[in-house]
């Protein structure tokens, strides 16, 4: 079960999200079937970007722009200045540089910069639902636990939607962060997986009942029945959220979660970096394997956003 303790809940989300994001960089876009006959089993550099080992990317960036951006009081100016400040000026980068950023993503922070207001900004369509709001929104957990499903669900519309405003990014940020506040309290993430589709399942049937389509094999399935080549992992929402539940449903440590998730191939760093913040909040910051820590590019600033994020937190309680 989920350390009770906030400081180690906050290092395990941000280390766990980022030290998965970089685990996936160098063999970002590689297929399986390449990953399968050579595996990621350790953190390694270069490869897709050039990039030293331990270097993360978009999906940490943003991550860190919104955790840090919470510490300042719930304010989606505030969230959308910080994500634009890294687009434009390497704000939150590992080594002073922007080398992954999604379309939808630079669309729509450039419509930010625009003057359009934050909630206008993201793509609407059905056609940009990738994962680009789903890889930032773990640090919203803490903002959003203790409120009523409704108001959940609208704080994470919100934040979603200065990338993404379609409503299928909205309930997968929304699954993925009941997934998260279940397994703070559930020691069983079998019963939190059971728990969340049953709340899950019937408020989507509530709100816009034609998604529950896209849904159907995660929320009204069990997923970790599926075997893996029937597990996507494309830069697409519901791909990234089905690959990282199937990946900590299958594995029982941080390690073996977030290495199955890279070695799916394609999406890696984002399907590692979504299955490394429910992996690092599940069995916490002490699992996630030191030398691997050690690796991680600005690891000491990520260390001092882990004490003001929860220090920030501790307080409001
Ligand atoms: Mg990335």
Redesign the pocket.
């Known amino acids: 079960m989920a350390d009770s303790n906030l400081y180690q809940q906050a290092k395990a989300i941000l280390f766990g999200v980022s030290v998965a994001?970089a685990l996936?960089?160098p063999v970002?876009f590689k297929s399986r079937e390449y990953l399968h006959l050579y595996p990621v089993t350790e953190m390694k550099g270069y490869g897709t970007y050039n990039q030293p080992e331990g270097t993360?990317?978009?999906?940490?960036s943003m991550t860190f722009c919104l955790a840090e951006s919470l510490t300042n009081g719930f304010n989606l100016d505030d969230i959308a200045q910080k994500s634009v400040q890294w687009m434009t000026q390497a704000y939150w980068t590992p080594h002073n540089e922007v080398f992954?950023?999604?379309i939808i993503t630079r669309q729509s922070l450039a419509r930010y910069i625009q003057g359009i207001p934050t909630q206008e900004c993201g793509g609407k369509d059905v056609m940009d639902n990738g994962n680009g709001a789903l890889?930032r929104i773990l640090p919203l957990l803490f903002e959003v636990k203790d409120m009523p499903l409704k108001e959940r669900f609208s704080t994470i519309c919100a934040v979603s939607s200065l990338t993404h405003r379609h409503i299928r990014s909205h309930f997968a940020c929304l699954y993925y962060l009941e997934f998260a506040a279940e397994l703070l309290k559930q020691n069983d993430k079998f019963i939190a997986y059971q728990n969340v589709n049953e709340r899950i399942a019937s408020f989507i049937q509530e709100v816009e009942i034609s998604e529950i389509e896209p849904f159907k094999r995660l929320v009204l399935g069990d997923i970790s029945h599926l075997p893996e080549d029937e597990i996507q992992s494309s830069g697409y929402v519901i791909h990234t959220l089905e690959a990282s539940i199937w990946c900590l449903l299958k594995t029982d440590n941080y390690r073996d979660a977030v290495l199955k998730a890279v070695n799916l191939g394609q999406?890696t760093?984002?399907t590692a970096?979504v299955t490394g913040g429910l992996a690092g909040l599940f069995y916490g910051f002490d699992a996630i394997p030191t030398e691997w820590v050690n690796l991680l590019a600005k690891k000491d600033n990520i260390e001092k956003l882990s004490i003001r994020f929860s220090e920030y937190y501790m307080q409001k309680v």
């Open positions: 994001d996936g960089v970002e993360w990317s978009d999906d940490s992954d950023i999604g890889m999406d760093d984002t970096a």
